[in-house]
């Protein structure tokens, strides 16, 4: 991470202006804007930026992330080992045949996203140890004494740093029934602002050769987006001073496996199904992207080139990327990538950015690895409506009706990630 240096004082300011323009943008979005507690939103804030200098500044962390990255590349060759016996040559093993193109040998869905199987038995064996259990305990703690927030906020919260949106709230189904909806809000847009653990470890080896220490920074950047996301829910729908829910009981349950391999088969399964889950959002989310920009081809040339979905939303998000920490030049390429990563995946943001970052310095790659580091888009919010509905169905109006606003608050927080990490990358 020490590469990346050259941030004039004038980018750090351009990146302190786009986190406070986001909680603005947040503020003028919200329903109560006289009982939004500052203190608190305050707090948060600080929590981000001092987690991004801890994290992205102290040489022992540094050396942390290093072995962390280490310890990726391993779960990469391990994985290849196992698809190229299962797969063959489309598995990454040795080809029949001499291949013309080999730079197009990579195929995604049988070298790339097998990883998910891998790391699900790991986060198994790992959360049946009690090692994600004790994490998610200290920072929920963490939350929970600095920004006033109940119990199964912050533990829920907390989990998804290393879990997905529909998993976290499973910590705490109990009380989810009992939130105030400001509460259930905090819930939702905490799932929609950060990365599951398995997912970090994918992108990461798509990132590897962009930016340094991947897995460093996406853990970084769920780890930052954790209180923006309660930032920027609390600004936009506040909490009553006294709506606090009495749930401070609340903790991660514990493994349903009896052995450490009951919890590895387990992780494996759970792998699967989010394995499925991701390619048909994949294959559907391109298709319709794609199919969109046929529909706006038929409009013709506009300002002498075709109308396209990347950039309509590239002109809507690239004021959003300046306000990050971006050069306009790096603005306006970053703005196609944040509004594909919300309306396909950030799957294909990151696809498309790694396939091409020559546009951007090594402080734009280190901030748009953050902004896109997150699950706010339309696909995983109907995932997270599902699952939630499921575990509680008496609250089906209230997480129908948060739902889209959740969407706009997971992407302010995650944005407001990127900024905060532009302030302290130079």
């Known amino acids: 991470m020490d590469g990346v240096t050259g941030a004039s004082f004038g980018g750090v300011a351009q990146s302190a202006f786009g986190v406070l323009a986001l909680v603005a943008v947040a503020w003028m979005i919200g329903r109560a804007p006289k009982g939004v507690p500052w203190r608190a939103v305050g707090i948060g804030i600080v929590i981000q930026v001092v987690i991004a200098l801890i994290l992205l500044k102290l040489p022992p962390v540094q050396a942390v992330f290093v072995w962390i990255n280490q310890a990726v590349s391993a779960l990469v060759a391990a ?11 489309l598995g990454g093993g040795a080809a029949p045949f001499e291949a013309s193109n080999p730079a197009n040998s990579f195929v995604l869905a049988f070298q790339g996203l097998p990883l998910i199987l891998v790391v699900g038995a790991i986060a198994g064996l790992l959360y049946h140890w009690g090692v994600i259990p004790f994490f998610v305990r200290a920072f929920s703690r963490l939350l929970r004494r600095t920004m006033g927030i109940g119990g199964a906020v912050g533990v829920s919260t907390a989990a998804n740093v290393f879990v997905g949106m529909v998993e976290a709230p499973l910590f705490v189904r109990p009380y989810l029934a009992r939130l105030s909806n400001p509460e259930l809000f905090m819930v939702m847009t905490a799932g929609l602002a950060t990365l599951a ?10 990132l590897t050769g962009t930016v340094d220490d991947p897995i460093g920074q996406l853990l970084t950047a769920s780890l930052i987006s954790a209180p923006a996301a309660l930032v920027v829910a609390m600004v936009m ?5 006294a709506a606090r829910a009495v749930d401070d009981d609340a903790t991660a349950p514990p493994s349903e ?37 046929m529909i706006l081809g038929l409009v013709g040339d506009v300002w002498g080139a075709p109308l396209t979905l990347e950039r309509m939303l590239g002109w809507i998000m690239a004021p959003v ?3 990050m920490g971006m050069s306009w030049p790096e603005a306006v390429a970053a703005g196609p990538l944040l509004g594909t990563k919300v309306v396909v995946n950030e799957l294909v943001a990151y696809l498309q950015f790694t396939a091409d970052p020559s546009a951007f310095s090594p402080r734009a790659r280190v901030i748009l690895t953050y902004a896109l580091g997150s699950f706010a888009n339309i696909g995983s919010l109907g995932i997270m409506i599902g699952g939630m509905v499921a575990m509680v169905p008496e609250r089906r109006t209230d997480i129908v009706r948060l739902a889209p606003l959740s969407l706009v608050s997971g992407t302010i927080a995650t944005c407001m990630t990127g900024a905060v990490a532009g302030l302290v990358v130079w």
Not at 79 to 89: D, P
Not at 197 to 206: D, I, K, R, S, T
Not at 267 to 272: H, Q
């Open 79 to 89: 994985t290849k080992a196992g698809t190229s016996v299962v797969f063959g040559y």
């Open 197 to 206: 653990g398995n997912m970090m470890v994918l992108y990461a080896a798509f």
């Open 237 to 241: 729908m506040p909490p009553a001073p």
């Open 257 to 293: 496996a009896a052995t450490s391999l009951e919890a590895a088969v387990m992780g494996v399964i759970n792998g699967v199904n989010l394995l499925i889950s991701v390619v048909a959002m994949l294959i559907a989310g391109i298709a319709l992207a794609a199919l969109a920009n």
């Open 321 to 323: 990327a300046w306000a």
